[in-house]
Nanobody
Framework: QVHLEESGGGWVQPGGSLRLSCTTN????????MGWYRQAPLKQRELVAS???????KYSDSVKGRFIISEDRAKPAVYLQMNSLESDDKAVYFC?????????????WGQGTQVTVSS
C-alpha cells in the first residue's frame, strides 16, 4: 500500500515563506506525477503544482512566481517552497502521487497539512 506523509504546514504572516514536504514509500520506477493540491474553505480542491516524469512542471496561475515545486525521485519525495504567501493561500494542502503499474494508473493522496496565512 502506497502511503504519503506530509509535513511543513503552519501559521505565517502575509509575505512569509513556508516549505512543504511529502515523502512516499512508492518505488521510483512507478512514479508518473507528484504534486500538490489545496482546498480552501468553501472552495473546491485545486491543483497548485505538479511535476510529471520528473521534468514537466505545471503551476496554478495564482502561485506562479511565488511557489516552486521540486522532486527527489530517489527518496522519493516532493517539496513545495511557498514564498510571498497571501491570505488567499490559506488552505489545506494535499500531497498527490500518480503511479503506473502493470499498465494501470493509481492515485494516492496524503492526509493534508494546514497552511494558515494571517496577520
Amino acid at each position: 500500500q502506497v502511503h504519503l506523509e506530509e509535513s511543513g504546514g503552519g501559521w505565517v504572516q502575509p509575505g512569509g515563506s513556508l516549505r512543504l514536504s511529502c515523502t512516499t514509500n512508492t518505488t521510483f520506477f512507478n512514479i508518473v506525477t507528484m504534486g500538490w493540491y489545496r482546498q480552501a474553505p468553501l472552495k473546491q480542491r485545486e491543483l497548485v503544482a505538479s511535476i510529471t516524469w520528473g521534468e514537466t512542471i505545471k503551476y496554478s496561475d495564482s502561485v506562479k512566481g511565488r511557489f516552486i515545486i521540486s522532486e527527489d525521485r530517489a527518496k522519493p519525495a516532493v517539496y513545495l517552497q511557498m514564498n510571498s504567501l497571501e491570505s488567499d493561500d490559506k488552505a489545506v494542502y494535499f500531497c498527490y502521487n500518480e503511479d503506473s503499474r502493470l499498465n494501470r494508473y493509481y492515485d494516492y493522496w496524503g492526509q493534508g497539512t494546514q497552511v494558515t496565512v494571517s496577520s
